[in-house]
């Protein structure tokens, strides 16, 4: 498998279940060589580049090929002068098989994540795992649920934590936030389309959760066209707070939610 361009890269048989593969030991013991023989999966933060951690720049900027989604990859492209490779869900192995292959070639190799990858972020991690032959590493970075927290001061200590930005069931973590709404605050990434924040409120409401409690809507943390929207719970499952006041809850389109993909829903108990 070369990485010059004359054959096409292998594609790699990718992990049915990615982000299980990733989280099913810790990180083996570094060899003390330093960074060189290391993949590293670095979390590049809400998308602001002044909230990259000077490690993750360091890393972005020795790196020789860095691969992710396009929309990630696009946050960083100014902090490097690597060979960019991105991709979408559709051509992940392909783009992931080239990568491998630059890393095979002793390329060092970067993967992106947004945010923090500890946060929505290891089924693309087992991804990259499963591709390369090589050591991976985590680099954590700021995620927007830090930034979510402390726009609505609710300390992290106090609030319980749930992710849907996966694929799958999700019903699992909507039974742990029926259970905590109003005793502890919620901080949740929604999903992008089915389970916006206006579904995620009628879901808490239903369970039994109080309408009146305190509900914000924090979108595109920490870019220039940040908005917040501050509502309570009722309100929002009823499909009003937002741009789009008439939306509710209910779909799987864009237009049928009245917030930005990039969203974290908060709940303050």
């Known amino acids: 498998m070369t990485g010059d361009g004359a054959d096409a890269p292998e594609v790699p048989d ?102 923090d990858p500890n946060h929505s972020g290891y089924q693309f991690l087992g991804k990259v795992e499963a591709a390369v032959d090589a050591p991976v590493a985590v680099v954590p970075g700021i995620s927007s649920v830090q930034v979510a927290a402390s726009r609505a001061r609710t300390p992290m200590e106090e609030s319980v934590f749930e992710t849907l930005h996966v694929r799958g069931d999700v019903s699992p973590a909507l039974a742990r936030l029926g259970r905590a709404v109003g005793d502890r605050n919620l901080i949740v990434i929604p999903r992008p389309y089915d389970w916006m924040p206006e579904d995620l409120a009628a879901e808490l409401v239903e369970a039994g959760a109080d309408r009146c ?53 908060v709940v303050r108990a």
């Open 14 to 115: 990718l992990p049915d279940r990615p982000a299980e593969a990733a989280s099913a030991a810790p990180e083996p013991p570094r060899s003390g060589s330093g960074d060189d023989d290391l993949v590293h999966a670095v979390g590049i933060g809400p998308g602001n580049t002044e909230l990259l951690t000077r490690r993750a720049g360091r890393l972005l900027d020795e790196a020789d090929v860095v691969v992710g989604f396009e929309t990630v990859v696009d946050f960083v492209a100014s902090e490097t002068d690597a060979e960019l490779i991105t991709c979408g869900y559709r051509d992940e192995p392909e783009a992931l098989g080239r990568f491998a292959a630059r890393v095979a070639d002793g390329a060092r190799g970067v993967a992106v994540l947004m945010g």
């Open 213 to 265: 409690l305190d509900a914000l809507v924090c979108e595109r943390l920490t870019h220039p066209d940040e908005q917040i929207t501050r509502t309570d719970l009722g309100t929002l499952a009823d499909g009003g707070g937002g741009t789009a006041p008439d939306t509710g809850a209910g779909g799987d389109d864009p237009g049928d939610s009245a917030f930005s993909d990039l969203s974290v829903l």
